[in-house]
């Protein structure tokens, strides 16, 4: 028999098929998230990227990423691609635009993930381009993920999955067989490692890697029905180890950050069993109140078997591997357990370990694709009334694009959508300051104001809002008597739970009171609230925070001639939190006193301050230069009790 060479992949008609098929995967999901273009500013956009314009050359822009706070490896990766776009602040389509081509090469990546999947078991190649597909298409329309592509911030959400992707996929490509030989899959597994590396710089999730390639590679015994760990199994299990090794400690929390956050140890252990359930509930059937970005706010309060949540948590942690061992008597259920594994451990950096909010949307991103997998690649697998399940599945992936179209609609139109996220969520603080944000916006500061004064009134009471009301009432009339307003915020101080971004507003509040006189407000009473907050356990948590109150009783003791006291504030708030700004006035307060135990003081506090944001190093060094040469220019106490004896001309000393 004569065997006809085949065509090369580029000539045959399967080449096309795939290229057809990326083509109307980017097109399906760029016409499903393209009406949020316009793209909304929010809350924690403006708190973690405000600061892009002050990048104006390649020093400040690599200062600006080195800086990145948001986690423990500072994410400089996914803070290098906001970098690159600050001359569109704030403008939030054209960051947007961008994490929707990232959710784009997410799709697609996972398109090749689910293909080769679908190769290892045995399924042909029409069937691996039509599964492929409909997973990376059903997925990337999940409604409940959309917040992952609409916060802009969480860009860094999407580059870390996209890392983990990329490196999911090279593993498949370089393993091999599973029978390959032990540098083959030790060549996998360092391709694994630089992706997880790339993914963990870009946010601290990317160390999840080593979980999903854990599950992928039981999946491949399991196709192979290969009773012994391979080579790479054993490794990635004792990764996996590593893993959770290294965040036990950090499941005990520190006092303050209980105090900040505003749930206990009870609460945040207790949430994961409760939040893992709603999250299944969310991403399958979803519902309008699934979508709204500000749900997470009261979750905890709200949720009356809170108690119960430990032991579900327990429960669904441990169902994965009953599952695998129930696989022992039918290999079905170990895919189960594969499946469970893949969403549940995939959520294990939640905040029942990580100081984090008890609740986001976005933690689902990665988790979910097991759960579209199973989906898609069970109903394929029907063979009775297999047409009938088949336009199930169709009807579902068009119930969920369909919902995701008019959610990114809804994110598009930016009144429409304040109003009808703070109508969902009347209690959200962050609701109605993106709501007051588009009416300050439209109608102006005044109205603003009297929305935050109603829902302050009405739904909830707020250390933020109180002040922020009393800012924007000395800026608008400022001839009126605001004490009322003055004794209100103090009580909330003194009574209301933590807000870090309250604090903020003092120095807004002072710049106001000492530019123009607000009547009832004078700068001893911004003084007092700066020292009502100092008084507060959970404000005296915040380092920074207490610097800043610290900085304004300062000003407030200079405004009366009280020098000395002015430097003693300031002294305790470089001990608190060192800035650049606070050391080099001190500095010249001192030099003015001529107060050389002051310069010493400051000399020793600086010689281990770390770099502080904003500042280069040439700048704090020269700061240190600048303390070093004002100490020589004043005597020591020894010299001036012990002058060095003086000789007159012609002298002849011995």
């Known amino acids: 028999m004569v065997l006809r060479a085949s065509k090369p992949a580029w000539k045959g008609g399967f080449f096309f098929v795939c290229v057809a098929t990326v083509v109307a995967l980017i097109a399906g999901i760029w016409f ?66 961008w994490n929707i081509a990232l959710h784009i090469v997410n799709a697609l990546l996972v398109f090749w993930l689910a293909v080769l999947v679908a190769r290892r078991m045995g399924e042909t190649a029409k069937r691996q381009i039509l599964i492929g597909f409909a997973v990376a298409f059903a997925w990337a329309v999940l409604p409940f993920l959309n917040t992952s592509v609409l916060f802009i911030v969480q860009r860094m959400a999407l580059l870390s999955s996209a890392f983990m992707l990329a490196g999911l996929v090279a593993y498949l490509k370089i393993r091999g ?51 012994r760990l391979t080579f790479s199994a054993v490794f990635l299990l004792l990764a996996c180890v590593c893993l959770l090794a290294g965040l036990t400690p950090r499941a005990v929390w520190h006092a303050c950050v209980e105090l900040t956050r505003g749930f206990d140890l009870s609460q945040r252990l207790g949430s994961q069993g409760i939040l893992l359930a709603g999250y299944l509930k969310a991403l399958l059937l979803p519902l309008p109140t699934d979508l709204n970005p500000f749900r997470f706010e009261f979750l905890l309060r709200d949720t009356p078997a809170l108690q119960w949540g430990m032991a579900i948590w327990g429960v669904l942690m441990l169902l994965p591997l009953l599952c695998w061992w129930g696989g022992r008597w039918h290999v079905g259920w170990r895919w189960v357990g594969l499946v469970l594994a893949w969403f549940f451990y995939g959520h ?3 905040s029942g370990w990580l100081n984090l909010e008890p609740y986001f949307a976005h933690r689902n991103y990665l988790p979910a694709l097991g759960l579209m997998f199973a989906m898609v690649y069970g109903i394929s697998l029907v063979r009775k009334a297999a047409t009938l399940w088949r336009c199930i599945l169709v009807a579902y992936i068009v119930f969920l694009a369909g919902t995701t179209w008019m959610n990114t609609s809804l994110w598009g139109n930016r009144s429409l959508a304040s109003e009808i996220w703070s109508m969902e969520q009347p209690r959200s603080v962050r609701a109605i300051l993106n709501l007051a944000y588009d009416v300050e916006r439209t109608q102006g500061g005044a ?10 009134a009405d739904e909830r009471d707020s250390v933020g809002l109180r002040l922020q009301g009393l800012v924007s009432g000395c800026a608008i009339d400022p001839g009126t008597d605001h004490s009322a307003q003055l004794l209100e915020v103090k009580r909330a101080i003194a009574t209301l739970p933590y807000e870090g971004w309250a604090t903020d507003l003092v120095e807004k509040l002072m710049d106001a009171v000492r530019s123009k006189e607000c009547k009832g407000v004078s700068t001893n009473e911004v003084a007092a609230i700066a020292a009502a907050f100092i008084s507060q356990p959970a404000y005296q948590c915040s380092r920074p925070a207490v610097h800043n109150m610290l900085w304004i009783l300062g000003l407030v003791a200079m405004d009366h001639g009280d020098v000395q006291t002015a430097m003693d504030f300031y002294l305790k708030g470089l001990k608190e939190s060192p800035t650049y700004s606070m050391a080099s006035f ?5 030099s003015q006193q001529g107060d050389r135990a002051a310069i010493e003081e400051l000399r020793t506090l600086l010689k281990n301050a770390p770099l502080p944001r904003g500042v280069t190093r040439l700048e704090w060094q020269d700061l240190r230069k600048r303390v070093e040469d004002q100490l020589s220019a004043y005597p020591t106490t020894d010299e001036i009790e012990n002058p060095r004896p003086s000789f007159s001309e012609g002298s002849n000393p011995r």
Do not use: C
Not at 38 to 66: C, K, M, Y
């Open 348 to 350: 294990l950096m939640e």
């Open 447 to 456: 109205q603003a104001q009297k929305l935050l004064d109603r829902f302050v």
């Open 586 to 590: 001190y500095l010249d307060l001192a």
């Open 32 to 97: 499903i998230f393209r009406p949020a273009l316009p793209g909304i500013l929010h809350f924690d956009d403006l708190g973690n990227l405000s600061a892009l314009p002050t990048i104006v050359d390649r020093e400040s822009a690599w200062r600006w990423i080195q800086e990145g706070r948001a986690g423990p490896f500072g994410r400089p990766l996914a803070l290098a691609t906001f970098a690159l776009q600050h001359y569109e602040w704030p403008r939030p389509a054209a960051f947007l635009q």
């Open 177 to 227: 067989a599973i029978d390959a030989s032990w540098l083959r899959q030790l060549g996998a597994l360092a391709a694994l490692a630089f992706f997880g590396l790339l993914g963990l710089f870009s946010k601290e999730n990317g160390a999840l890697i080593v979980v999903y390639a854990l599950v992928l590679e039981l999946a491949l015994l399991t196709v192979a029905r290969e009773r």
